[in-house]
């Protein structure tokens, strides 16, 4: 079955305290993105990756990394967490077209709250 | 600055009835705009792509429109249901490979 998958798929934890999401997909696809999805402001891109090694900042990305080093996995890494990160996040996937994505897959999402 | 902007934020309807939404675009010159279903708690799920050049795109009873002039999609579910009740995300490619959503339309079909 074509999925994209998140762990963990809650977590409570603590300002400072670094934690890691991971997103995995078995599609195949090229591009992965996470977003935060916040009550009246929508989901909103915090970094995106076109392939391998290849990532680049999406529309709110200060407080946040990732990594791609392999073409299935793309992990999001918060340093030192802080209250005002606390959200839903999604990991998405989808294959590349010439003049853009296609068809975005999403994981089932991962609620966070920094206390 | 680039912006989208998806109608009213809850759209309640009448089983039956044709539920009309609306995404508004401004400073972008997409490719293609996508359509996607959120249920709560839920990731979003894709529905429509239409590309630039496509005026008009259905799939079972829903059908998008694209007007690059007027920067505008208009989304309709045609003899909408019960089970149609959710948001509905518009979403725009930006330069360089960013996806841009809307804040979503909340759509009730009342039994």
């Known amino acids: 079955e074509a999925q994209v998958t998140q762990n963990p798929r809650y977590l409570i934890t603590v300002t400072g305290k670094k934690l890691t999401v991971t997103c995995s997909q078995n599609?195949?696809?090229?591009?992965m993105s996470w977003y935060r999805q916040d009550p009246g402001l929508g989901l909103r891109q915090i970094y995106y990756?076109?392939?391998?090694?290849?990532?680049d900042k999406g529309d709110v990305p200060e407080g946040y990394k990732v990594s791609r080093k392999e073409k299935r996995n793309f992990p999001l890494i918060l340093e030192s967490p802080s209250p005002n990160q606390t959200s839903l996040y999604f990991c998405?996937?989808?294959?590349?077209?010439?003049?853009?994505?296609?068809?975005?897959?999403f994981g089932p999402g991962t609620r966070l709250t920094v206390t | 600055s680039q912006k989208i902007e998806q109608n009213s934020e809850a759209l309640n309807i009448q089983e039956g009835k044709t539920a009309t939404l609306t995404c508004n675009y401004t400073?972008?010159?997409?490719?293609?705009l996508q359509w996607y279903r959120q249920d709560p708690g839920r990731g979003p799920v894709f529905l429509l792509l239409?590309?630039?050049?496509?005026k008009e795109k259905r799939k079972e009873r829903l059908k998008v429109t694209f007007d690059t002039t007027l920067k505008q999609s208009l989304f309709h579910i045609t003899a909408s249901q019960p089970a149609d009740s959710a948001t509905y995300l518009c979403?725009?490619?930006?330069?360089?490979?960013?996806?841009?959503f809307g804040a979503g339309t909340t759509v009730t079909v009342r039994a």
């Open positions: 998405a996937s989808s294959a590349l077209g010439g003049t853009g994505t296609y068809e975005q897959y």
């Open positions: 599609m195949n696809h090229e591009y």
């Open positions: 990756s076109m392939n391998v090694e290849v990532t």
């Open positions: 400073n972008y010159s997409p490719a293609y």
């Open positions: 239409i590309r630039e050049n496509e």
């Open positions: 979403a725009l490619d930006k330069d360089d490979y960013k996806l841009s």
